[in-house]
């Protein structure tokens, strides 16, 4: 699915790194599939700041998705490869996004969402589903991220200028 090169290896402070982590500054992506982008806030060192995921599998993203607080949640993209078009992927945010009920999963796989100005809900192969009660929500854009706690500590982050090492 990634295909790395040790050229692209980004050494950092080993206090910023734990013992079985690399980090890349390129990598190739082998599988032309969708892929999601998803946006949260991480602690390191003691303050809130952005991470960015690429995520390969729907599955991968439930199961994350269950990890990360929702108030850290800052957003969900979806890339998709479009094979015969002059652009070969497409971005778009997420507005919602659900697990599919158990009555629908073998017909729609595991994710129902609507994405950026599209009202339709869709699922993972982006063709348009109905509504059904038993979903399970996994992400609201704009009820996310949102807390008062977290806009104080954002706040506080944006008036610092502390810089990591």
Known sequence: ?????????????????????????????????????????????????????????DETLVDLLAEIPKERLMGIARLDWQANHSEPWALRWMDDLWSSSPSEAGTVGPLVFRLGADTQTRDIQLRPVGECADRRRLFQKGSVGRSQEMRGVWEQEANSTQVFE
Request: proline share 5%; aromatic share 12%.
């Open 1 to 57: 699915m990634f295909v790395t090169s040790s050229s692209f290896v980004h050494h950092l402070h080993p206090s910023s790194v734990l013992p079985p982590q690399s980090h890349w500054r390129a990598l190739t992506l082998t599988l032309e599939r969708h892929w999601y982008l998803l946006v949260f806030k991480v602690v390191n060192q003691g303050r809130l700041v952005t991470q960015t995921a690429l995520v390969a599998w």
